[in-house]
């Protein structure tokens, strides 16, 4: 009745394996959302949100005031407004403890997808300054209220995990 199948094979990745797939998905998710993006004659379903002084708290709008014509939204590529600096994320608390906990390897091969020449190439980055709502707990750099010399001021907190991962992430 049953039937017995030899054992599957253990798949083992090189580096190199993970960074070509990793840079592939970026890359595959990046093409794609740039095509959806540019498709012409698509009509889209569009739902549009408030949140204002009148009250609405995001509501859903579903009446407008009649207009004398058809509103065209144009995108034109070959148009340019204003130069690209650059593409970019945040590091936060949270992630570089996470991040932490891999191995080096895998550490180091997320740092190259996001920040290496053969993955994202992010060149803008922000972050907090004293705790955040991605933070681990609750902190502040100058902790002593009307201390204006910063006697008491220290960066600490973040000596940890989010300094170590600014500046592995500058290494790349």
Do not use: W
Not at 40 to 69: H, M
Not at 88 to 109: C, H, I, M, P, V
Request: include cysteine; charge should be negative; proline fraction near 4%.
């Amino acid at each position: 009745m049953f039937e017995c199948l030899p054992p599957t094979p253990k798949y083992e990745l090189e580096t190199s394996d993970m960074k070509t797939i990793l840079t592939n998905i970026v890359l595959a998710t990046f093409i794609l959302t740039l095509l959806s993006s540019c498709m012409e004659n698509t009509q889209k379903d569009v739902r549009i949100y408030e949140t204002s002084e009148s009250g609405n708290q995001l509501t859903e709008l579903a009446y407008f005031p009649s207009i004398e014509s058809n509103l065209k939204i144009s995108i034109l590529p070959e148009k340019r407004y204003q130069e690209m600096t650059g593409f970019g994320g945040s590091f936060t608390e949270a992630s570089a403890y996470l991040l932490n906990k891999l191995s080096q390897e895998n550490r180091d091969l997320i740092l190259e997808a996001y920040f290496g020449e053969s993955g994202a190439r992010y060149s803008l980055t922000r972050t907090h300054m004293n705790s955040s709502d991605f933070s681990l707990g609750n902190y502040s750099y100058a902790p002593v209220e009307g201390d204006t010399e910063l006697e008491h001021f220290s960066v600490e907190e973040d000596m940890d995990d989010l300094i170590p991962m600014i500046k592995d992430a500058m290494a790349v």
